[in-house]
């Protein structure tokens, strides 16, 4: 079964500064996907970023990018220029690519503080 | 108005009582999942449905139940609710053929219950 693991319970960031929170995954698979949500103060799950693993070039949302590391089964995302409203718990996750069942795994979260 | 609702968003309750979290979408997805949400663990699968007549058991089935009542409409019940039972529970959807949305899925705002 597949796992995904966030070692940083809890970060914390300037305003204007960049921050990179970790996750690394298991998987014997070759045809995956990998996201990263966030959850503001509202409880909502809010889409942030996608990697689809066949492909090489790192995913980029604006502020929000991506270090995908197939071989090291590494996904990190880096968030440039923080601002207040990107405080919040963010979940990667891992999805199978292919088969009956694709469902989600996530991680435990990391709770992310923006200092003003 | 959101794509998927639940109800209701929060609920306190006694132990042993029956409770029914519900679930709409007007996606049109045929997948349907619930979770639940425990800080340090992330999210876990409780029940998932691939479609109407298409039910099955995730990570951390016991003590719950699900109802797939059409296709955009998934209950999860809580036959005689304890204690630790009480946790952020989230309805998402997901429409493997989607396109551009088809490797993502969506949630509801959660339903925050408390068992004493």
């Known amino acids: 079964a597949q796992t995904v693991t966030q070692s940083q319970p809890e970060m914390s960031v300037q305003e204007a500064e960049t921050v990179t929170l970790s996750c690394t995954y298991d998987t014997s698979e070759s045809d995956y996907y990998l996201f990263w949500y966030k959850q503001p103060p509202s409880r909502q799950m809010i889409l942030v970023i996608r990697?689809?693993?066949?492909?090489?070039q790192n995913a980029t949302e604006n502020r929000f990018s991506v270090n995908f590391q197939k071989a090291a089964k590494s996904f990190s995302l880096k968030i440039s220029d923080s601002q207040l409203g990107d405080a919040a718990m963010y979940f990667c996750?891992?999805?199978?690519?292919?088969?009956?069942?694709?469902?989600?795994?996530f991680g435990p979260g990391t709770r992310l503080s923006v200092l003003p | 108005d959101a794509d998927v609702t639940q109800t209701p968003r929060n609920r306190i309750t006694k132990t042993g009582k029956r409770i029914m979290l519900e679930c709409s979408q007007t996606k049109g997805h045929d997948r349907m999942y619930w979770y639940r949400q425990d800080p340090g663990l992330g999210l876990r699968l409780i029940y998932y449905?691939?479609?109407?007549?298409?039910?099955n058991k995730g990570e951390i089935s016991d003590g719950y139940s699900v109802s797939r009542q059409a296709q955009a409409k998934f209950s999860l019940s809580l036959e005689s609710a304890i204690p630790n039972q009480t946790a952020l529970y989230f309805c998402?959807?997901?429409?493997?053929?989607?396109?551009?949305?088809?490797?993502?899925?969506?949630f509801g705002p959660g339903t925050r219950l408390t068992v004493l």
């Open positions: 449905s691939f479609d109407v007549k298409d039910i």
């Open positions: 990697q689809e693993a066949y492909k090489q």
């Open positions: 996750a891992y999805r199978s690519g292919g088969g009956y069942g694709q469902n989600f795994v």
């Open positions: 998402a959807t997901s429409d493997p053929l989607g396109g551009g949305e088809g490797n993502e899925q969506f």
